[in-house]
Structures are given as C-alpha cells and as structure tokens.
C-alpha cells in the first residue's frame, strides 16, 4: 500500500484547574456555561471526539501485526482524557499514540486527506511500453497503486505484440497457455521507483507473466485479532487463495480472476533500484520465482509489510500495518527499513542504478539488462 506520513504538531493546552484558578463563583460558573456551550451536538450515527479517538485505539490493538509492539497499550486508552474536544484534535492525539509503536506506516487521517491521498495515487500513465528493438521490449511500472494498473500493463504487452485485445478467436481455453506471435521474445520490466501499492493488483499483474506457481504468502491480523495465513498461487485458470487460521487450524479457499499468459517464455529482466519497495517487490520476486527472470541493480528497499485501511466512524480513517509477506523462497524483506531492511539483491549489482528511460544513453543498468536478453536470445537461436 502506498507508504505516507504525517508530522504532528500539538500546542500544550491548559488543564480547566489552571483555567479557573483565582476565578470567583461568579466567573466560574460563567466559565462552566461557556464551557457546555462549547460542546457541539454529535449528530446520530457520528461519534464524539473521545470516541473517535478510543475508536482508533482500540482498532489498532485488534489489528496491528506486531503484538509486542502493543505491550503497554493499555495506558494509552485514557491518556488524553480531558484534552480531546474535536475530530481534529482526536486525530492529532491518535497519532501521538500510534507514533509510539515506531512503525511510520500505521496513522489516522481525516476522510479529506484520504480522498486528496486517493486521488493523487491514480496515475493514468502508471505504465508505458516501447520496443527497444525488434527483439527487445521496455516496461515501465510506475506504481501499483492506480487502480487500473493491471489494464494499463495489459494493454501494453498487447501493443507490444501488436494485438488490440485478447479477443474469443485467439483467447485459449486455458488462459496460461497463450501463444502471440510477432512481438519481442524478451522484455525489460523496469520497477525503479516504483514504491508499491495494492497487493492483489500486483498479484494479478504477475499472471500476465507466470502460467502457474506460488506467488505470495500473507500473515496477516484480521478482525478479532486473529492471525490468519494466506498462500496465494497461480494457477491455468485462477488465482487461489488458501486461508487458514492460526488458532484454530480452519481453513477456507478463495478464487479470483486471472489473466491471460501474454508474457510466458519470454526472457525477462527487471531493473530495480532503492525505492523499489512493497508490492513492486513482491511482483519482482514472484517472476524470478516462476520464470527465471534475472533482476538488476542494487538492493532493494525491504519493505515485507503491508497496511489495511480501516474507516472510523464517518470521522477519520485508520492506515494500520496488519501483515507481514514472504516470497514464494519464504524470505521476508523486512519492514522498509525501521529495524529490519533484506529487500531483493539483484543477480546483477550495477552502480549508479537509477532513471528510467528507454531511450537514455547513459542508463548503465538498462545497458546491462539489455546486453543479458540479447545475449540468451542469441544462444536461444543457435
């Protein structure tokens, strides 16, 4: 999920003790009016400011992943009593709290910096193809996070191989084996930059790639506080999903929606750099995993986490990590670098593995990546 962050900056506020101190009766009681006055009706449905803020408490120690982290939780339920007068102040105290589980991923928000967030994470050109040559062509994930980001790459391979769609006359009946002739045997995929997003976006984007094989394994928090694994794998007609709850052993599948193959037996390289994190990673190792694809660059970031975002009432939204993620090898990247950073280390270690463009000259990393595919399509040819 994308990563965000938020400063909070709380000015000291006066207890009502120091506020009436050295007050007659008179001006205290006229303090006491002023105060009920001040307290705004909570319309039905809505919660108080204090709710709100015990609302985000108690969510977060039903669902953050790391329960050692929540030792001492307790205390923090009634901490503010007293201090919390309006959504805006229940939302900066909240951050307070969760700031002390040392984990820059798990904050609250207000239904506006949500939707500002939201709208800044659609990216119509979350991807973009060219053919480097005849043989060779570049993909550029941008991020994983657009909504529509399994389209727009589907619609790229297809360009690519100069195909409008997938249409009923050349669609198989097993969408893992999918033959298009015409375009390039081997492919640049190029994740610099690319900071994450949506797990299960990036899950169906590798299966434009893989035919079938393990993909990701989730443990995650859900409601209740449950610890609930799930392996997710691909398989010729689906995406299957095994659950399985850690307490008591019951287990449930799930299925959803492939794509089509478009990439299979293609030679893949994917280029990756320090920013490359979160469900970019995951999709990186998963082609590695299922078709040897060989990855260039330097270490990755190491983010193995993922968040939920949770509403609180009609009043604030609660961003909580609640997973942890291991690649179909069981390794976990770690936390994005807050105590633990693995990431991916490339097969290839290239220096100064940043950019982006097809069509730079001095983009050593997609030089190199380049000279690999020519070379095994070569051989491929002999």
């Known amino acids: 999920m994308k990563n965000r962050t938020l400063d909070v900056r709380l000015a000291p506020r006066h207890s009502l003790d120091a506020v009436?101190?050295?007050l007659t009766i008179g001006a205290i009681a006229g303090a006491l009016i002023f105060g009920r006055r001040r307290r705004r009706r909570v319309p039905p449905g809505m919660l108080t400011p204090i709710e709100l803020y015990q609302n985000i408490w108690a969510r977060t120690a039903e669902y953050f992943y790391d329960s050692h982290r929540l030792q001492g939780w307790t205390a923090w339920k009634h901490k503010f009593d007293g201090k919390i007068h309006s959504d805006g102040e229940a939302i900066d105290y909240a951050n307070v709290m969760l700031a002390s589980l040392n984990d820059r991923y798990t904050y609250a928000m207000t239904?506006?910096?949500?939707?500002?967030?939201?709208?800044?994470?659609?990216?119509?050109?979350?991807?973009?193809?060219?053919?480097?040559?005849?043989?060779?062509?570049?993909?550029?994930?941008?991020?994983?996070s657009a909504s529509d980001v399994v389209a727009q790459l589907e619609s790229a391979l297809l360009?690519?191989?100069?195909?409008?769609?997938?249409?009923?006359?050349?669609?198989?009946?097993?969408?893992?084996?999918?033959?298009?002739?015409?375009?390039p045997e081997g492919l640049i995929i190029d994740l610099r930059g690319n900071g994450g997003g949506w797990i299960y976006e990036a899950v169906?984007?590798?299966?434009?790639?893989?035919?079938?094989?393990?993909?990701?394994?989730?443990?995650?928090?859900?409601?209740?506080?449950?610890?609930?694994?799930?392996?997710?794998?691909l398989e010729?007609?689906?995406?299957?999903?095994?659950?399985?709850?850690?307490?008591?052993?019951?287990?449930?599948?799930?299925?959803?929606?492939?794509?089509?193959?478009?990439a299979w037996g293609k030679r893949l390289a994917i280029l990756v750099d320090g920013e490359t994190a979160s469900a970019a990673e995951l999709f990186a190792a998963a082609l590695k995993h299922n078709t040897g694809a060989r990855i260039f660059g330097c270490r990755t970031r190491g983010k193995?986490?993922?968040?939920?975002?949770?509403?609180?009432?009609?009043?604030?939204?609660?961003?909580?990590?609640?997973?942890?993620?291991?690649?179909?090898?069981?390794?976990?990247?770690?936390d994005g670098g807050q105590l633990v950073s693995n990431g991916i280390v490339p097969d290839q270690i290239v220096a100064g593995s940043t950019g982006g463009d097809a069509a730079a000259d001095d983009d050593g990393l997609l030089i190199a990546a380049l000279l690999w595919l020519m070379k095994g399509l070569s051989a491929r040819r002999l």
Not at 237 to 248: V, W
Not at 309 to 334: C, D, K, R
């Open 304 to 334: 193995g986490i993922g968040q939920q975002l949770l509403s609180i009432g009609e009043q604030a939204w609660l961003n909580v990590t609640h997973l942890n993620y291991y690649t179909p090898a069981g390794v976990w990247f770690g």
């Open 159 to 183: 360009n690519l191989f100069k195909r409008d769609r997938i249409t009923p006359v050349n669609a198989p009946s097993d969408l893992a084996e999918l033959d298009l002739p015409g375009g």
């Open 20 to 22: 009436v101190t050295g």
């Open 204 to 233: 169906t984007a590798a299966s434009l790639f893989v035919r079938e094989g393990p993909i990701v394994t989730l443990d995650a928090r859900i409601a209740g506080g449950v610890l609930e694994v799930e392996q997710i794998e």
């Open 111 to 144: 239904p506006a910096a949500k939707q500002k967030d939201d709208e800044a994470s659609e990216d119509p050109l979350a991807v973009r193809a060219t053919r480097i040559s005849d043989q060779v062509g570049y993909i550029k994930i941008a991020t994983f």
């Open 236 to 262: 010729r007609k689906r995406i299957l999903s095994t659950f399985r709850l850690e307490e008591t052993g019951a287990m449930r599948v799930d299925e959803r929606e492939r794509k089509p193959c478009i």
